[in-house]
């Protein structure tokens, strides 16, 4: 028994991997093969799911419709967490428990409910936004607070920022300067390791995409559940490459975190 005692957390994990990759490697096989009925193994393998996938004018459109507004809201991000989060870490550092605590609101009310109050409010009127990508933006800000704030924020707690600060004034540099010339370059790998975190989650919401936009401006979320209806190669060929397309931005998250 003690022999087998090192080895066997390995067959443990190995099983686990296991059981994660088989249904994936089933749906890649299913995306690049020309016929799959009764047997063990597909009776062909093609490509031709793929190249009328990545063809298809409508799903560029709708992956380009995702990226845009993904940007647009990491952008606002960027520009509202970065001097909120320095603002509160040197001036008012009591503050952040209630910061943790607004960030995590909009988790509290579920989309669905969410979404009918926007609806409501922004379906006429002064602001009619619904069907528009601006409603994303919006909505897909309050999603990716949790995950860029507490990135931004613990990055912060690992450096000196009093002492930084204080050597900047010294130095004759002002409070301004002092942020954007110091400071700064150090929230470098948590900004983007937040970014592209929250990329790759935003790319797999759908419940506000669906709700508020619809196919008036269909995101690829939006574009992957119209087509489901369609031939089950070519479903999964989107579903392989939506996976690849996460499964990159999550590497070069960890990449960048590290």
Excluded at 65 to 87: E, K, M, N, Q, Y
Excluded at 175 to 181: E, I, K, L
Aim: charged share 10%.
């Amino acid at each position: 028994m003690r022999d087998l005692k090192p080895g066997w957390p390995k067959w443990v994990l190995g099983a686990m991997v296991a059981t994660l990759l088989l249904p994936l490697l089933a749906t890649f096989l299913y995306s690049i093969s020309t016929r799959w009925g009764a047997t063990l193994l597909p009776d062909g393998f093609t490509l031709d799911w793929y190249l009328k996938l990545w063809g298809d004018p409508r799903f560029l459109a709708a992956f380009g419709r995702s990226l845009l507004v993904c940007f647009a809201t990491l952008l606002l991000g960027t520009l509202v967490l970065v001097p909120t989060v320095l603002v509160v870490a040197y001036y008012f550092p009591k503050l952040d428990p209630w910061m943790n605590l607004l960030i995590l609101l909009p988790f509290a009310v579920p989309p669905v409910v969410s979404s009918v109050g926007l609806l409501q409010i922004y379906a006429d009127g002064p602001l009619p936004l619904i069907g528009t990508p601006w409603i994303l933006v919006g909505t897909w800000f309050t999603i990716v607070l949790p995950f860029m704030y507490r990135a931004l924020a613990n990055n912060l707690q690992g450096i000196p920022l009093k002492d930084l600060m204080d050597a900047a004034h010294l130095l004759g540099a002002s409070n301004a300067r002092a942020f954007a010339m110091v400071v700064l370059p150090c929230l470098r790998k948590g900004l983007l390791a937040a970014l592209f975190l929250s990329l790759s989650f935003l790319l797999g919401e759908f419940v506000f995409a669906n709700m508020l936009v619809g196919t008036r401006y269909e995101t690829l979320q939006v574009y992957l559940y119209n087509m489901r209806a369609t031939s089950g190669h070519f479903t999964s060929a989107l579903v392989m490459s939506y996976f690849l397309l996460t499964l990159l931005l999550t590497w070069a998250a960890n990449r960048f975190h590290r």
